[in-house]
């Protein structure tokens, strides 16, 4: 489900950057997106 996104934490930090993905019980697939920072206008 990591469609090209590395799983863990940013190695630079960058806020949207950090993923980790997983599939429930029930074969639902979930992605997380770590937000430190909101972009402008957000």
């Given at each position: 489900m990591e469609?090209?996104?590395p799983?863990?934490?940013d190695?630079?930090?960058r806020p949207?950057?950090?993923y980790a993905s997983f599939t429930d019980p029930d074969g639902?697939?979930?992605l997380l997106?770590?937000?430190t920072e909101r972009l402008p206008g957000r």
């Open positions: 469609r090209g996104r799983p863990g934490p190695p630079e930090g949207y950057r950090t639902n697939g979930w997106q770590q937000v």
